[in-house]
T-cell receptor, first 115, second 115 residues
Framework: GPKVLQIPSHQIIDMGQMVTLNCDPV?????FYWYKQILGQQMEFLVN????????KSKLFKDQFSVERPDGSYFTLKIQPTALEDSAVYFC?????????????FGSGTRLTVL | AQKVTQTQTSISVMEKTTVTMDCVYE???????LFWYKQTASGEIVFLIR??????ENATVGHYSLNFQKPKSSIGLIITATQIEDSAVYFC????????????FGKGTHLHVLP
């Protein structure tokens, strides 16, 4: 089936540093998402991105977070500066249409460890 | 408010039996979409099956089927003839018109299929 690629699979950084998580969504998909999962628990919605704009974000999407997809390249999640509580697995997802009408396709996740 | 509740944290069943995983949802909208996803031990998240609120017939895909009880706001996942490889965490999720840009997940049910 369609594949979403996430780079890197693991990232270890020191608290206060900046980190960028990269996502290569399914080629013809238009809607992009980031989810946060801690210790294999609940998938928490962070943000939805469409047509160059954030359509919706949760309270977990702190001011230190930002997303972009410059010129159809990677869809990125940037955290600057990072905090200890940002340690989690971050999943990128994409869909052809908005999430309510279409299935989400997920990447394999990036495990972020903030020391 | 949109909410998805999975009360079963963990279920163990014998191989080749049938298992039902429960999910209850909350929404103010008359139109909504319900999904089940599976997360394997490797962390991969895979879409399994969906039910659109306006459809009366329960969805079926392979050995997965849904028990959609609209008056009870319930969408159970039924797996028949379980296999060892069905062992995973199963997430119930939903989206509705008010929250069209995000898909909300439950906390997941860990299924253990025993030989």
């Amino acid at each position: 089936g369609p594949k979403v690629l996430q780079i890197p699979s693991h990232q270890i950084i020191d608290m206060g540093q900046m980190v960028t998580l990269n996502c290569d969504p399914v080629s013809n998909h238009l809607y992009f998402y980031w989810y946060k999962q801690i210790l294999g628990q609940q998938m928490e919605f962070l943000v939805n991105f469409y047509n160059g704009k954030v359509m919706e974000k949760s309270k977990l999407f702190k001011d230190q977070f930002s997303v972009e997809r410059p010129d159809g390249s990677y869809f990125t999640l940037k955290i600057q500066p990072t905090a200890l509580e940002d340690s989690a697995v971050y999943f990128c997802a994409s869909s052809l249409a908005q999430g309510g009408a279409e299935t989400l396709y997920f990447g394999s996740g990036t495990r972020l460890t903030v020391l | 408010a949109q909410k998805v509740t999975q009360t079963q944290t963990s279920i163990s069943v014998m191989e080749k039996t049938t298992v039902t995983m429960d999910c209850v949802y909350e929404t103010q909208d008359s139109s909504y979409f319900l999904f089940w996803y599976k997360q394997t031990a490797s962390g991969e998240i895979v879409f399994l099956i969906r039910q659109d609120s306006y459809k009366k017939e329960n969805a079926t895909v392979g050995h997965y089927s849904l028990n959609f009880q609209k008056p009870k706001s319930s969408i159970g996942l039924i797996i028949t003839a379980t296999q060892i490889e069905d062992s995973a965490v199963y997430f119930c999720a939903m989206s509705d018109d008010t929250n069209a840009y995000k898909v909300i997940f439950g906390k997941g049910t860990h299924l253990h299929v025993l030989p």
